[in-house]
């Protein structure tokens, strides 16, 4: 009597570790690089402090979650490929930056981490998440970034970009927050000089217009 054998199933997951570690370090260089949540995360913690720190680092981290489930989904690239969306996004996170550097400059230097002045931590965090949000080269940075570690062989691509993405976060966290502790010490150490919480104002609102003058020069890919 014959015995029907099975063959067995070996299931390699989507991602090898080679290519996770890869990935991994590439973007870990390019959080190293000098960039917009660097400096956004640095202003806002020498500003209020490390809460203020902390607060837009997480900001970043779940706009990093938000921009990982629209590129698996493809939205970022429906968004992208549309130039008119592409513009109102610039725009409109251009003007909310100057807006930030407008009230950075109205605080008349009340800045410091004594003042009862501070802005809630909520608000910091929604400042980051939708500074993120609406900055259209984060989305070009998903949808062109992520893919280029994802293969159709290894099975699902959504769920590759999502595995990508969230590695990403992960590594976005860690960086993310022990720059927004190391930006608040700085920020603790300048409240010990009253006359430099007029500068910590215009250094915050000068990040701002800076970030809001890359936006506007940014081109929609061809």
Do not use: C
Request: hydrophobic share 60%; glycine share 8%; net charge positive.
């Amino acid at each position: 009597m014959a015995v029907s054998s099975t063959s067995r199933l070996e299931i390699a997951p989507m991602i090898d570790s080679g290519t996770l570690l890869a990935f991994a370090g590439a973007v870990l260089l390019l959080f190293l690089s000098p960039g917009p949540n660097m400096m956004f995360v640095l202003s806002h913690g020498i500003a209020h402090g490390s809460r203020g720190g902390l607060a837009a680092a997480f900001g970043i981290v779940v706009a990093d979650i938000v921009l990982t489930v629209l590129t698996a989904t493809g939205v970022t690239a429906l968004i992208a490929a549309l130039p008119a969306a592409f513009d109102v996004l610039r725009v409109a996170g251009a003007l909310y930056l100057l807006w930030l550097a407008l009230q950075a400059i109205r605080s008349k230097g009340q800045l410091k981490l004594s003042s009862g002045a501070n802005i809630p931590t909520l608000e910091i965090f929604r400042r980051a998440l939708l500074n993120s949000l609406l900055n259209p080269k984060a989305l070009l940075f998903f949808m062109l970034f992520l893919p280029q570690f994802a293969s159709a062989a290894r099975g699902s691509v959504g769920l590759q970009l999502l595995t990508l993405g969230f590695v990403l976060t992960a590594i976005s966290l860690a960086f993310h927050s022990s720059l927004g502790v190391f930006s608040g010490v700085i920020g603790h150490w300048l409240t010990r000089y009253p006359r430099t919480a007029r500068v910590q104002s215009w250094f915050l609102a000068s990040v701002m217009v800076l970030l809001a003058l890359r936006l506007m020069l940014l081109e929609h890919p061809n």
